[in-house]
């Protein structure tokens, strides 16, 4: 948690500078001890995820900014909903007003994104896992928004755990020699997972001890051979789909058996939510 929060500070203080930069200009036409209500509006359905970093840039500039949520992260919103309602200084309430509502509606894009891929293989038994493509600076964030929509966290870096790719396997000397050497340095609980293309490469993997394994770019037909494979083995391995996978295929690629679907589009391909924040004059004002 406390990891989280330090993201948060971080996130939020970078955004700031960069908007902020020597002083909001427009702000300064307001005098400086008035006060503004607002309220925050859903203009359409999704997920609600962001909130701590939509908090948080606001008590940066003025601790005592009162925000009362009606939702809280994960929930279901609805368009023309009030998610929130906000007073405090007219002057900190409008500086940060952009910053607040980009991480309001990026996070919960992602986490409306993500639900969707959720939603559409429930009662299949796989899961929706996230990748590294990330907006930079913002992976922590982008992942707990998976999170909040029910997906299902992978590495965070590349420094806790190992994915053995395609050019891994070039550069390290075939599947055996690269697993081989992964299995060398992983400790503490790192995990091993190797990317195979064919399977030729899938039974190579498993005869040199394989765990975890990226099925990439497979045709159905080659995932339920995949899946096959592995159950007449009586091996326990985690089989993960990844690669061209969308909301019109997924459903039939967790039918195949597999135990994970890793999608990029969950982090990388978002539209933001349509939110709009509403000003009022305060009534302490």
């Known amino acids: 948690m406390q990891e989280l929060h330090n993201e948060i500070h971080a996130n939020v203080q970078e955004a700031l500078q960069e908007d902020i930069g020597s002083g909001d200009l427009t702000a300064a036409l307001i005098a400086e001890n008035s006060s503004l209500a607002a309220t925050v509006i859903s203009r359409e359905n999704g997920v609600l995820c962001g909130t701590q970093w939509f908090d948080a840039c606001f008590r940066s500039l003025a601790v005592d900014t009162e925000i009362d949520w009606s939702m809280r992260d994960g929930d279901c919103i609805n368009a023309g909903q009030q998610l929130c309602a906000i007073q405090g200084n007219a002057r900190a309430l409008l500086t940060a007003e952009r910053s607040a509502l980009n991480f309001l509606q990026l996070l919960s894009a992602v986490a409306t994104q993500t639900r969707h891929y959720v939603d559409a293989i429930a009662g299949t038994g796989a899961v929706i896992v996230d990748t590294r493509k990330t907006v930079p600076s913002l992976r922590v964030a982008q992942k707990y928004a998976v999170k909040c929509g029910g997906g299902v966290n992978h590495r965070i870096g590349l420094y806790d755990g190992i994915l053995i790719k395609e050019n891994h396997i070039f550069a390290a000397g075939g599947i055996a020699a690269a697993l081989q050497k992964a ?32 099925l990439d ?69």
Not at 187 to 192: H, M, Y
Not at 229 to 234: E, L, Y
Not at 236 to 265: C, F, K, M, P
């Open 217 to 285: 770019n497979f045709s159905l037909v080659q995932l339920r051979e995949a899946v096959a494979i592995v159950r007449r083995s009586g091996s326990e391995i985690v089989l993960e789909a990844s690669g061209n996978i969308t909301l019109d295929n997924v459903r039939q690629v967790a039918e195949t058996g597999v135990d994970r679907i890793s999608i990029g589009s969950l982090t990388k391909n978002v539209q933001a939510i349509d939110l709009s924040m509403r000003f009022m004059e305060s009534a302490n004002s």
């Open 183 to 214: 299995q060398a340095l992983a400790s503490g609980g790192v995990f091993i997972q190797i990317e195979v293309e064919s399977l030729l490469q899938l039974r190579q993997a498993m005869t040199a001890g394989a765990k975890m394994v990226l």
